[in-house]
């Protein structure tokens, strides 16, 4: 008995030296690559809760990936992906990044959102690896806690204030609303973060908020709230949350008769707002977004009509997002002048008046973009670009 | 006046759901003093039959509504049969259990089998349609929620006090053996409970679908708790008292976010069953002795 067990745990022992033996050998085999060319990670949600969001940035970050080798790559040298699935969980988001560090990577891409970012952020900062987020909105994305950046985490999105900043002047300047009311996702930091904004914009402007009623994630009957919100007679109603519950609350809201505008964030933005609220409910209501795939600008055309060509759907915001970070990326590496991840670091922070799809981008020193952003007006189940206002 | 008239109509749909839910769960622990927290739940698949009935085989809503409590009635039978009889004579606590086990793999089997996106249910089956009574705003969907749950509820009465299968349950409910020696199926008595208990958790699973246009593998878990409460709230036991507890709950939660704020409206729901817990454990309906079903 104590003879087989020990030939078994030998057994165990020799597959185990093994396969450390066949890994290394592979490592060394993918890190040989170095002078050939750039190898970029690119770290996404292409399953799981959010898997949308994930393979449009991809598919963005790709089409950036194709047109610079086309064009002859970055310093003479082709860029080559390194692609991996976090499957929209933090610790996988955190394990691939760290198969794609001891692969070599100059700089990673992604994850999409802010809190799988956060998991890959102590790997990236030990291993001194730049880091572009395309879509994390949080603000402790690019900060510690005591309001320190983080070295080598960049963004080329705006932040969760500024959207609610820009709703605000819209609501004011654009629509003339005097009041207003907030009814927000009170179970979510991102949409709590855009009624904090909104509101003190919107006050600082000289305007009212008449009350702040909340709603939490899952709830489908807003009509209590909404029967009485319309009592209060407010000129704009701000709902800052996550489409499952917005469409619904809106649908509901036209049906007690509230025609007034209503207005929120990025987080609107998803076919199902048609489906579900349809196209009469939506009317009269705007929200904030990174860019519009409706814009006229030839930049954003050409983009358009070339991801539309070769993934046959439209651009969202994500696919723009993936774009630019892939280009803004390359943007560094030709000001470093070499594919060194601490050179890049330092050349991305010194990025000035990138001209990328989602707008003019300059990096502060919180690493955060400072670039406009669009106003979206939905009609008749179009969404359709309102205007673009300048931070 | 008029805005309290209009919220009266906001609750008496949303109570009619949580009503229908509710005599689910009391029905089941009248009779085997099982709190069957794989309710909810059932009422979501019932949900997706609904939805798949209308838009893969494009039926109407009657013959969906139809289709799905048919299917939950045999999937309640099942889960009964495979998950909660082998422990009819171990301790309540090892029931319980099991009933959050079955939750969780209705869940997740969902999932797993059709994905974790919400899918919208198709607004042509049941255009929609508002009325103005007086300055309050009412809409067929309203009309046809609160009409058919009252008339599942008048059905459902007539099956327990007139029919000899609403006998045998009342009388399972009151002592098992004694029902046995009588010679009364009990196996088949609470088969019966069960299938009509998830056929009408059926019913309010295609109702919310065509009331909030969304149905996802999640949807139960938030209106079975409500539910839930409204079970205790009326007396857990007590049809009528589940009736009652239904519409109570969802007035109640209508007038919180109405008139106080609607960040407390869960916290109210949720008070109130802390409230009869303490002050009569029983529930509104209940006595210390009478019939149970």
Known sequence: MKKSLTKVTMLVLMLFVLGIVAGCGGNAGDGGGDAADIPIGINCELSGGVASYGTNAYSGAELAVEQINAAGGVLGKQLRIVKRDNKSLAEEAASVSASMVEEGIVAQVGPLVSSNVQACTPILMESQIPLIAPAATATNVTVNKNDKTFDYIF??????????????????????????????????????????????????????????????????????????????????????????????????????????????????????????????????????????????????????DTFKAKYNKEPDAFAALGYDSVQILVQAIKDAGEADPVKIKDALANIKDFEGITGKMTIDEQHNPVKAGVILEYKDGNQVMNTRIQP | MLEFLQQIINGLSLGAIYALIALGYTMVYGIINLINFAHGDIMMIGAYVGFFSVSILGSNIWVAMLFAMITCAVLGVVIEKIAYRPLRNSTRIAALITA??????????????????????????????????????????????????????????????????????????????????????????????????????????????????????????????????????????????????????????????????????????????????????????????????
């Open chain 2, 100 to 293: 959050i086990g079955v939750s969780l793999f209705l869940e997740y089997t969902t999932i797993f089998l059709l994905g974790p996106n919400q899918r919208v249910f198709p607004s042509e089956v049941f255009p929609m349609e508002t009325y103005n009574v007086m300055g309050m705003l009412v809409s067929n969907k309203e009309i046809f929620i609160f009409v058919s749950a009252v008339i599942l509820m008048l059905i459902l009465q007539y099956i327990i006090k007139k029919t000899k299968t609403g006998k045998a349950m009342r009388a399972v409910s009151v002592d098992q053996e004694a029902a046995v020696l009588m010679g009364i199926s009990v196996d088949r008595t609470i088969s019966i409970t069960f299938a009509i208990g998830s056929a009408l958790a059926a019913a309010a699973g295609v109702m919310v679908g065509i009331y909030y246009n969304t149905i996802n593998p999640l949807m139960g878990i938030i209106p079975g708790l409500k539910a839930f409460v409204a079970a205790v709230l009326g007396g857990i036991g007590i049809v009528p008292g589940a009736m009652v507890g239904g519409f109570l709950m969802g007035i109640l939660e209508t007038l919180v976010s109405g008139y106080g704020s609607s960040l407390y409206r869960d916290a109210v729901a949720f008070g109130v069953l802390i409230l009869i817990l303490i002050i009569k454990p029983t529930g509104l309906f209940g006595k210390n002795t009478g019939e149970k079903v």
């Open chain 1, 155 to 304: 963004r080329v999105c705006f932040i969760d204030p500024f959207q609610g900043t820009l709703m605000a002047r819209f609501a004011k300047d654009d629509l003339n609303a005097k009041t207003a009311v907030i009814y927000k996702d009170t179970s979510s930091d991102y949409a709590k973060g855009l009624a904090e904004y909104f509101k003190k914009t919107f006050e600082a402007d000289g305007g009212t908020i008449l009350t702040e009623e909340g709603f939490v994630k899952d709830d489908r009957d807003f009509k209590a709230t909404l029967t009485k919100i319309k009592t209060k007679n407010p000129d704009f109603i701000y709902v800052p949350g996550y489409y499952q519950e917005v469409a619904p609350l809106l649908k509901q809201a036209r049906e007690l008769g509230i025609t007034i505008p209503i207005g929120g964030g990025d987080g609107w933005d998803s076919p199902d707002m048609l489906k579900v609220a349809g196209p009469a409910a939506l009317n009269n209501s705007f929200f904030t977004n990174h860019y519009s795939s409706q814009d006229k600008d030839p930049k954003i055309v050409s983009f358009v």
